[in-house]
């Protein structure tokens, strides 16, 4: 199972926007909903952002979303501040009962 | 509040074995999957395996199969990960993390635990 495809660091200016990108294939991303996203700051354990593609857990700002199309699921964080900047992660639940996860974005705020 | 609490760094030859532990409640012992993660370092995440509260399908990636074993301990609510034939490759983070049936994501995970892999 290959990791899930994005890109490596994505930056903005506090209170932009930005969108990561988490490409897999129709084995994985694009078979079902069960795509979730993790925070991870260095030296900690990463932490749930999104589940089931769109979910957000309670305790997890409304500045986060996420969405799919196809293959493809993305992640927006809006209005960025500095306490986002952190490496993201999407994961994907695979047809074979697996899980696979994508390669990690570092998220810089300028 | 589900918690999980691992065991400490530790120091492996090459072609041992290391067993990671992860303890957690009674209660999430018996309700939750338990999921194990690496991360080598500067690394990305890794899926390992998952060991099941009920006892059903229990698959692993296939790049651990034949080398790694899930096992759980009702009588202290933890469920053990052991890596054999290790190599520098396995030098790593191993995590543990809960996930409710049917849930598909990992909430929340183990402090991890550093397993050194040198000669």
């Known amino acids: 199972q290959s990791a899930l495809t994005q890109p490596a660091s994505v930056s903005g200016s506090p209170g932009q926007s930005i969108t990561i990108s988490c490409t897999g294939t129709s084995s994985d991303v694009g078979s079902d909903n069960h795509v979730s996203w993790y925070q991870q700051h260095p030296g900690k354990a990463p932490k749930v952002m999104i589940y089931e593609g769109t979910e957000r857990p309670s305790g997890v700002s409304n500045r986060f979303s996420g969405s799919k199309s196809g293959n493809t699921a993305s992640l927006t964080i809006s209005g960025l501040q500095a306490e986002d900047e952190a490496e993201y992660y999407c994961?994907?639940?695979?047809?074979?009962?697996?899980?696979?996860f994508g390669g990690g974005t570092k998220v810089t705020v300028l | 509040q589900v918690q999980l609490v691992q065991s400490g760094a530790d120091m492996k030859r090459p072609g041992a074995s290391v067993k990671v532990s992860c303890k957690t409640s009674e209660y999430t012992f018996a309700n939750y999957h338990v999921h194990w993660v690496r991360q080598a370092p500067g690394q990305g995440l890794e899926w390992m395996g998952i060991s099941r509260f009920n006892g059903g399908n229990t698959p692993f990636a296939q790049k651990f199969q034949g080398r790694l074993t899930l096992t759980r301990d009702t009588s202290t609510n933890t469920v053990y990960m052991e890596l054999r034939s290790l190599t520098s490759e396995d030098t790593a983070v191993y995590y543990c993390?809960?996930?409710?049936?049917?849930?598909?994501?990992?909430?929340?995970w183990g402090q991890g635990a550093l397993v050194t892999v040198s000669s």
């Open positions: 994961c994907s639940f695979t047809r074979t009962y697996t899980y696979v």
């Open positions: 993390a809960t996930e409710r049936d049917f849930a598909y994501y990992f909430n929340p």
